[in-house]
């Protein structure tokens, strides 16, 4: 509303501070993780790498995949191109949707097959699917959370009420999110193959 | 619309109302509990009529007393000393101050408020639902908060209450403190630098810089507990656990892992509290002194200096929860060494009133008791924050005392002096100076003779958190005192009523006040 008379940056440094913010609330989530694992010596180890860590390899790509797509969304807007920004932020949306999705039949396939649940697990040490959901499921609502906001973005550049700091910004908040799988994917999964 | 107003004035008096609504709760709470304390064998029919469950024929039950002082605690930390000093004052004022049309993103601030509303209403609903409000205090440590309705009435769905309002409530205050951060960061007027701003902004800045990583901790560790509570996790909760004769299935946790993400947001949330009142005691004292403020540097960069060691000294809280000595050894000279920022304002406090022209007005007796009550709080914090002394003060009368002069009273009379001094331009009207003064001296003389005493019972070492002391020989030697006490709570109570009466007949009535009618030389007054 009052944007025009606000200099430049505003929404930029308020995204940065929310996602310095965020960071200490994933931090503090691999913290518990961390002291919980020291905690119970006999943490379990139950992916393989064929299926297992193959499915979480290909979902990773897809989310580093909406990212790219997700810079030439912002590279569009700034040549004032909003056709093609709001083509690359449907691409971008249609990656983290695809995530979504994959991470889903992941979860179903754990809690129905491999009976993985937040609760109990075959090995008698219920905080592993505690902490496998706890920190995969708070990443999920991220993304989940960024969907909506991409849509949103995505409508107001069509319309032509959003300006080239409203799409960076969100980018910003795309790249975090991504960033923290980078985190969440060697910590969560790649530490639990099987030895 | 007023009532969903983005405007940062209305914005800033309804937190102030919202903590007005609940300072007298928390008041009245506390009266009861006072009550209990000497009369623990009187049935009373206000208790049953309120709370039917909790005392039947108006015996008050020793969950109904825990429940009363989670309540207590809950809404005076959270929504008084966390709204007002900052939420409150600091998005009336702090716009005015830097020269900026008002908050970063409006729309935000509304939002941050009507979310710590819905925060205050889901805790103020854990009166009504079955089993009544949580037993767990405000720190509500696992395993008892972690486990539901067995270990406790209070411990079921008026535990997740609890927890869905603190989550909420740091949500609230993450909105806000990003907003406080980039009004500061990009909205000064022009050519007004950081070391330019009055110390008021730098209380606010420093606050919003603890509270937008404070309350990221706090909120996942909220999560996780209602995650233990509702999906059967066990982030908190060990194994092998009895609870009233029932073996309990969870195992794993760590009770301790709870402590340390709590406290990490717990110690520098007493800095949100005292901070802002740090920056406008400033201000006062040296407006009604005519001077400028001793030292402005080193009072900004002592704020900036309370606001980071707050983060490194977290495990004071913990000495006795089974902590490695060496932890203890460290945390405790980090602790001891938040002293020396605090000895730099106060004697800078004093620096400022020497050979000043002082004008003894309501808000300079109020910025003055600030000064005695922080000395006072603030010397019991040294002798807390040593090991040795703490193991036997810990969770004693002596705490009670110690947290309630520094971090509740001192940041009370914080916002007794802001309100008086800011009253001219929240309300064209001054409050009435006389009623003022006259509130100041029987306040300060009935917190003094409320809370000195306590820290003599925490010598004979009278425990915290007991609903009723005659089962115990060696406390009956304090008897006496807490009657005294009690009293003292009744006084201080009453005393308040010549407050509220002040406030609501001076924003009418009160004496028409001119522009800046007390010489000061910051920018809010420059307005109209």
Known sequence: ?195 | MTVFSTCHKVIGKQYIALSLFSVFIGIFLSLVMRYHLVHPDTKVKLFQLLWPDGAPGGQMTPELYLSLMTMHGTIMVFFVLTTTPQSGFGNYFLPLQIGAPDMAFPVLNMLSFWTTALSLLTLLAAFFVEGGAPLSGWTAYPPLSGLGKITGPGQGLGQDLWILSIALFCVASLMAAINFIVTIIELRAPGMGYFDMPLTCWGWFVTALISLFAFAVLLPGGVLLLLDRLAGTSFFIPGGLIVNDQVQTRSGGSPLLFQHLFWFFGHPEVYIAILPGMGLISTVLSVFSGKRVFGYKAMAIAMLAIGGLGFVVWGHHMFISGMSPYSSIAFSVLTLAVGVPSAVKTFNWLATLWGGRLRFTAAMHYALGFVSLFITGGITGLVLGQPGLDVYFHDTYFVVAHFHLIMGVAAVFAIFAGLHYWFPIMYGRFLNEQLGKLHFFLTFAGVYALFVPLHFAGFVGNPRRYPDFKEYEFLKSVMPLHIGVTHAAYFLAAVQLLFLFNYLWSKRRGALAPANPWGAATREWRND
């Open chain 1, 1 to 195: 509303m009052s944007a025009h008379r606000n200099p430049p940056g505003l929404k930029t440094l308020g995204m940065w501070l929310f996602v310095l913010s965020d960071m200490l609330t994933f931090s503090t989530l691999l913290v518990v993780y961390s002291a919980l694992r020291f905690a119970n010596p006999a943490w379990p180890r139950p992916f393989s790498l064929n299926p297992g860590i193959l499915f979480a390899t290909i979902m990773t790509i897809v989310l580093l995949a909406s990212s790219l797509t997700m810079v030439w969304a912002v590279d569009a807007i700034k040549r004032d191109q909003r056709k093609r920004t709001v083509q690359w932020l449907g691409a971008t949306i249609l990656g983290g949707a695809a995530f979504i999705a994959l991470h889903l039949m992941e979860w179903c396939h754990l809690l129905t097959v491999e009976n993985i649940t937040p609760a109990s697990n075959p090995w008698n040490v219920p905080l592993f699917g505690a902490v496998f959901f706890g920190v995969t499921g708070l990443h999920m609502a991220h993304v989940a959370a960024g969907l909506v906001y991409l849509s949103v973005l995505a409508a107001g550049v069509s319309r032509g009420t959003f300006c080239v700091e409203d799409v960076e910004t969100g980018g910003l908040y795309w790249h975090f999110v991504d960033v923290v799988w980078m985190f969440v994917f060697p910590l969560v999964y790649l530490m639990a193959v099987k030895p």
